[in-house]
């Protein structure tokens, strides 16, 4: 079974740019997430999805940060415009329901400079 | 506010060496408790779930147990391939993950 795909799995730009990211979860996976890593701290969730709809983006910085999953599919997050402090690995997971185990994809590493 | 801490930050052990590491957390409506191991450059790869007080799981040379403050994970006779940082991450309605132990196993 494949896993969760992300791309590109690394990216450079400058303070002010705009980013995006892809993901491709599990095939069947209802929920996926969005997470963002600092170096040397755990996951943080940005945004839940189940199916093409929002659980929870409480922790989403709405001011520069957006995500969407049109199809129920594939997600993309993007960051416009990007700040020294986004530099991070942002992680997609999907699971099979909303309570379900969690599966990570291997991460964007994003560095702003 | 919810809380996880996990200890030691870092660790060094000797192959065959066996230890434990810590997660101690203070959440509101616990569900459960994941592990993940995470090597470097990849996202975070799942062990374990525990749901109850009491619970155990075994992998290879791994052991989660859980208690109502906190979980550890035994480390039985580690190799050098058991070297990553392992996270722990209690469940409300999201995971709220600790900043890690990183583990080094040396031969």
């Known amino acids: 079974e494949a896993g969760v795909a992300q791309s590109p799995r690394y990216k450079i730009i400058e303070k002010r740019q705009s980013v995006a990211f892809w993901c491709n979860p599990i095939?069947?996976?209802?929920?996926l997430y969005w997470y963002q890593q600092i170096l040397g701290q755990g996951p943080k969730l940005l945004i839940q999805?189940?199916?093409?709809?929002?659980?929870?983006d409480s922790q989403l910085p709405k001011d520069r940060f957006s995500a969407e999953r049109l199809k129920g599919v594939d997600s993309t997050l993007k960051i416009q415009p990007a700040k020294l402090e986004d530099s991070a690995v942002y992680l997609c997971?999907?699971?099979?329901?909303?309570?379900?185990?969690?599966?990570f994809g291997p991460g964007t590493r994003l560095t702003v400079l | 506010e919810d809380q996880v801490t996990q200890s030691p930050e870092a660790l060094r052990l000797q192959e065959g060496e066996s230890s434990s590491l810590n997660c101690s957390y203070t959440?509101?409506?616990?569900?459960?408790l994941f592990w993940y191991r995470q090597d470097p450059g990849k996202g975070p790869e799942f062990l374990f779930t525990?749901?109850?007080a009491g619970e155990e799981k075994e992998k290879e040379r791994l052991k989660a147990t859980l208690t109502k403050k906190e979980s550890f994970l035994h480390i039985t006779a580690p190799k050098p391939e058991d070297s990553a940082t392992y996270l722990c991450?209690?469940?409300?309605?999201?995971?709220?993950f600790g900043t890690g132990t990183r583990l080094q196993v040396f031969p």
């Open positions: 997971a999907s699971s099979p329901s909303a309570v379900g185990t969690q599966y």
């Open positions: 095939s069947g996976h209802a929920t």
């Open positions: 999805f189940q199916n093409n709809g929002v659980v929870d």
């Open positions: 959440v509101s409506g616990l569900r459960g």
């Open positions: 525990l749901y109850s």
């Open positions: 991450a209690p469940y409300t309605d999201k995971l709220i």
